[in-house]
């Protein structure tokens, strides 16, 4: 591995145990909450944590660029652009349901190479570099190999701030409840497209999503040996897609015989 891989995979590491600490502290307390917008929330521990991780990556790549959901876009000279979701799941970390955590994707020259999620109530760290593997606390992942859509256990997700994106989905879970063995919403798409690259979920679709949501995650599914598209059957591009399909080569086709979306 090379010195800067290392360094990446390092400052990665760091940045999400640092912001696991932040969950962990303020889980099962009472939060404060400001609305971003219909039925869009942000926490104090969302912009702490996402102010955070940026100011420890720059101690190592300063000139780097930032996309982040809370803080924006920032631009910078260098061809790496580091892509920041502090809480992904926000409404269950503000309701305390187990099940958010953070996630990191980083692009360089444009294209998705390092990717990290971080679980601090189960103290699980997905990591994934590209031609080099997903992992799960430093053991390799692989996707499941299931082969029909009756013996899968699928997951969704329905982004309720943005109406036209869940009735469009609640359609789609419509078609494909009793198709599965069974079928989950859980309201983290990072840590839903984590747990398809360890096979504990057989596929995940969803609509709406932005690239904080999916960076690390898409990383993973492919590096786990998974397939990953966009819900309308073509390349899924985390910068241009709203929606995808993920899972192995069966289960993405079997979805998406299923999915009735436009990318929009």
Same mark, same amino acid.
């Given at each position: ?21 932040? $969950? ?29 991780? @940026? ?11 930032? @996309? ?8 910078? %000279?260098?061809? @790496? ?41 189960? &103290? ?51 078609? $494909? %409840? ?23 979920? &057989? ?9 904080? &949501? ?5 990383? $993973? ?16 591009? @985390? ?26």
């Amino acid at each position: 591995m090379a010195v800067i891989d290392k360094k990446i995979k390092k400052v990665l590491t760091l940045a999400c145990r640092e912001a696991g600490k932040i $969950l962990l502290k303020g889980y099962q307390k009472k939060k404060r909450v400001k609305s971003k917008g219909q039925n869009d929330w942000v926490t104090s521990e969302d912009i702490k944590i996402e102010k955070l991780i @940026i100011k420890l990556i720059r101690k190592d790549f300063p000139n780097s660029n930032f @996309i982040g959901e809370e803080t924006g876009i920032t631009k910078n %000279v260098e061809n @790496i652009t580091w892509i920041i979701d502090p809480i992904d799941g926000t409404n269950n970390f503000i309701h305390n349901y187990p099940f958010f955590c953070t996630s990191i994707g980083v692009m360089l020259n444009g294209k998705i190479t390092f990717g990290a999620i971080y679980d601090p109530l189960r &103290d699980e760290f997905f990591y994934a570099q590209k031609g080099l593997g997903a992992f799960l606390n430093g053991k390799r992942i692989e996707v499941a190999k299931v082969k029909h859509l009756s013996d899968s256990l699928l997951c969704t997700g329905f982004i309720t701030s943005k109406k036209i994106y869940a009735e469009k989905n609640i359609n789609n879970f419509k078609r $494909l %409840v009793f198709k599965t063995r069974s079928l989950r919403r859980d309201g983290s798409a990072a840590l839903d497209l984590a747990y398809v690259a360890c096979g504990r979920f &057989d596929g995940f679709w969803e609509l709406g999503l932005n690239s904080w &949501d999916t960076s690390a995650g898409v990383l $993973l599914v492919r590096e786990a040996g998974g397939r990953v598209i966009a819900a309308n059957g073509k390349s899924f591009d @985390i910068l241009k897609n709203k929606s995808l399909i993920s899972g192995n080569k069966i289960m993405v086709k079997e979805i998406l015989k299923n999915i009735k979306v436009k990318e929009f």
